[in-house]
T-cell receptor
Framework: SAVISQKPSRDICQRGTSLTIQCQVD?????MFWYRQQPGQSLTLIAT?????????ESGFVIDKFPISRPNLTFSTLTVSNMSPEDSSIYLC????????????FGPGTRLTVL | AQKVTQAQTEISVVEKEDVTLDCVYE???????LFWYKQPPSGELVFLIR??????QNEISGRYSWNFQKSTSSFNFTITASQVVDSAVYFC?????????????FGTGTRLQVTL
């Protein structure tokens, strides 16, 4: 499986500010995904990020709030903009396994608290 | 639309007991994938298994086994002789069969607590 890292692992932010989360993979992958897990809840897909194209957002998520970059095949960023306490969640990136298509492996997550 | 239901919110067992986590799904797709992931207290999501909709063979991996029944749209997960290290939240998930990784629809998870 791919080794996935995320930075930061956790952060506490003030309302109205923005935070950029980085996701780094140790191998080239085509498909990367960003999920949100609100406290005590399940995971919800925010967007799919393919290298060389605009991210595709799920219903309820917009680019102005969650801009995503995918500059190459091993890296992506998710920005949470103009944060409010409702954005407090764990944000996880995932990638399609290089050796096992149709399967996603997840990074360790970024635990965000907005005050 | 796809939907995954994990009716068991929380299960507590004593070590060495067997435990089954239920998963029921809904999809209009004729082919699809089913998954189980484990989320220990550290928060990382750990992949456990992927099952194709056209492969109904049950699978066993050590103390873990999975029972896929298309007729009842269920994909249940059994842990035999549970251990304290099995304590985690377990998620069942569903995705369409597209040839590449695609959106995972997760259930709400079952929290398993294994005590001594």
């Amino acid at each position: 499986s791919a080794v996935i890292s995320q930075k930061p692992s956790r952060d506490i932010c003030q309302r109205g500010t923005s935070l950029t989360i980085q996701c780094q993979v140790d191998s080239q992958v085509t498909m990367m995904f960003w999920y949100r897990q609100q406290p005590g809840q399940s995971l919800t897909l925010i967007a799919t990020a393919n290298q060389g194209s605009e991210a595709t957002y799920e219903s309820g998520f917009v680019i102005d709030k969650f801009p995503i970059s995918r500059p190459n095949l091993t890296f992506s960023t998710l920005t949470v903009s103009n944060m409010s306490p409702e954005d407090s969640s764990i944000y996880l990136c995932s990638v399609e396994s290089p050796s096992r298509s149709d399967t996603q492996y997840f990074g360790p997550g970024t635990r965000l608290t907005v005050l | 639309a796809q939907k995954v239901t994990q009716a068991q919110t929380e299960i507590s067992v004593v070590e060495k007991e067997d435990v089954t986590l239920d998963c029921v799904y809904e999809t209009r797709d004729t082919t699809y994938y089913l998954f189980w992931y484990k989320q220990p207290p550290s928060g990382e999501l750990v992949f456990l298994i992927r099952r194709n909709s056209f492969d109904e063979q049950n699978e066993i991996s050590g103390r873990y086994s999975w029972n896929f029944q298309k007729s009842t749209s269920s994909f249940n997960f059994t842990i035999t002789a549970s251990q304290v290290v099995d304590s985690a939240v377990y998620f069942c998930a569903l995705s369409p069969y597209t040839g590449t990784a695609s959106k995972l629809t997760f259930g709400t998870g079952t929290r398993l607590q294994v005590t001594l």
